[in-house]
């Protein structure tokens, strides 16, 4: 009996509840922070199986994938408000997890703001967050949308998973 190819996943923007979650986002709308964080850590399971990782909000194991969201601004975000969400996901997370349980990985962090989202590594040995450019998906500092860009999201997304699954993470 012949095995078929295994069954494709969906993607994030075709599985109705994360749908439903970033429908809820516009910028320009002063949402709460819940449908944010709601749509990022749906969006990380969808990606990431809990039968193989864990999603945790804060103080996991290893945080491989860190992600530091912001509800939407009156606006589209500021280049100063960018920078803050950046300096918070790369100084009050990362840097934070990896001097708490050593450098033992690279690490990808997603600054998000509403829908919004820039991309980021942590190279181990290294104290600065860059842009995540080394997948070829993304160009320097690019910003992405959780609707309008749902292609280049899901396969950066893919790409991570794949580099983790790897061990390519761990240099």
Known sequence: MQQGPPPQTLRYYQCPPIQRYIT????????????VDHAWQNILQHYFRTSHYSVERNNGFHEVIVVEAKKPTGRAPTEHKWNGVRQQLQKDN?????????????????????????????????NVLVSDTQDGILANDEVVDLRDDEQNIHLLLEAKLARINNCQNNN
């Open 24 to 35: 809820e986002i516009a910028i320009g709308q002063h949402q709460p922070q819940k449908p």
């Open 94 to 126: 990362m840097l934070a997890f990896r001097n708490r349980l050593d450098n033992v990985q690279t690490m990808y962090g997603v600054a998000a703001v509403g829908s919004r989202a820039r991309f980021y590594v942590l190279f181990m040995n290294q």
